[in-house]
């Protein structure tokens, strides 16, 4: 028979020795082996070992006040940390920005998915992930301080184009954690809330010859857990510890379990609490506009978060699928201390797994906060304010997305606003400026981003920007704000400006936006008029933006049936003023266009104030074989549809 693989924690993390790489799983503040990184804690103070220990991990995982990882501070038990995050463990993060330890800050989904890089044998991983952040070796390699020397990214060349190869470090030691162990060692995650990479980390550190620990509930008969339940076999794991007590295997550190959040019962799940209509929600609000039903959407924390309220408010809910890094798929998103779970979740997938979807491009849109953001786009949230927080999955998320909303308060630190007949006014600024000459780190490339055409824009409570091929451009202003007094003065550079529209009143008005029916354009045919004495369908986009390739296809319809209806070709005059198209739908666009001129127009004939937009429009029409101008006032498009025919 085989020997028994329970054993006290403190004899298994008695096998970590001097030197060993140790990667631990977790997220936040869930789903931690909490036993286990006590009992290394205890046995380092005690003993003064293990000793200059590696320390490898995707995201946060503690509560910043000490536990989890937090707990592994103590001088002398690390060398080195491999990390996504180091809010979580602030001491450790200090020891990092003191050159005390050496310091890696890369991307979540890079890390989770050189774990299967390890357990493959592999000597790393080739992604695009990085490039011209400073993760990227042009910008520092991710390394957190001088005292750090090797280089574990490095930019190489395939087929013309940029790679970043992203070396793997052989691990040791893996500390993981699930529901039930057999008396083989097989795992089962029943009552997780989250799978993570615990299959993947045990069989890099079996693989490597190294020692799997297992911190567990409970231990059931061999047989119990049937076969597709095993998470983790037992062939990979050597040690199995029970937790003891209860509180060391709690779901997070906010609840001890939750069966809703496990995926064992269906809950009923009551109805997110109503937002205050202040500054949070007025971004939330704003931001919302650019939800694509039917849509697979990642929101990040903080001012991102009331999103999904206002989805819920509005009830666009039903019509997106909501999703986590961590995993979760679908359901109703959890915050607070047990952020990255889902209650009535569609599916829970490895963290690996989650982040092949990212990167491979699965997001339709993300959205994420900012700390800082500069002129050319470039977003900071890694490293400001003297505090090394980690990107965490933001790079990951942020550079594969299909389209971005970077969300957060125009000012921080004491900002208060009040809304007053539908007008927003500035009561007191905030002391910290966030639009700023140069970010501290660039965790968002703003020119990497104009260059692949990705869609980009950045809401605040005062004013939204577009991320153009020049930079910033300034597109909304709230109603009751001055440009020259409440914008231009608290930022250190001035964007571009044409004519900026004006946010959307609903945005500020305490009661329902019909959120619903603009992301469906259920109103669309709204936009269009005929006047048949002189034959001219009249399209007023002000306004209007084709946030996805469906909002295209929305408007053709619109078009073609009201050109139907009219019984014969018409001309058409096309107000763009506002109209904004996202950096990667003007050639769909363009077709469109192209399609109706040819099966329902005339003449056609349309104007935008704004250069930047008229220009655009100009080229991708004339890739059509469209020579058309894109007029700036309304009277000389008018004076094209209504002369005389040759």
Known sequence: MPSSKVMSADDAIARIRDRDVIATTGFVQSCIPEMLHAALEKRFVETGAPRDLTLIMCAGA??????????????GLLKRVIAANFGRMPKVAQAA?????????????VISKLYRSCAAGSPGLFTKVGLHTYVDPRLGGGKVNTATKEDLVKLVEVDGKEWLFYKATPINVALIRATSADPLGNLSMERECLTLDVMAQAMAAHNNGGVVIAQVERIVEAGFIKPKDVKVPGILVDCVVIADPPEMHRMNYGVMYDPGLAGEVRVTVDSLPRMELDERKIIARRAAFELPPNGVINLGVGAPDGVANVANEEKVTPYLVMTTEAGAVGGVLAGGSSFGASANAHAIVDQNQMFDFYHGGGLDLTCLGMAECDSLGNVNTSKFGGRLNGCGGFIDISQNARAVVFAGTFTAGGLEVTIEDGKLKIVKEGRARKFVNQVEQVTFSGPYAARKQQPVIYVTERCVFQLTDHGLELIEVAPGIDIERDILPHMAFKPHIHKPITMNPAIFRDAPMGLLADLLNENLHERISYDAARNVLAINLSGWSARKKADVDDLQKAIVAASTAAGRRVNSIVNQDGCRIAEDLYDAYADMVAYVHKHHYDRMARYATSALTREKLQDALRRRGL???????????????????A
Do not use: F, M
């Not at 989890?68 to 001088?75: A, C, I, W």
């Not at 920005?97 to 989904?109: A, D, F, K, T, V």
């Open 97 to 109: 920005q003191e050159s005390r330890i050496q310091g890696y800050n890369l991307p979540q989904g």
């Open 627 to 645: 020579e058309t101008r894109v007029h700036e006032r309304a009277e000389d498009a008018l004076a094209v549809i209504e002369q005389e025919p």
């Open 62 to 75: 503690g509560d910043s006040k000490g536990l989890g990882t937090g707990r592994l501070h103590h001088e």
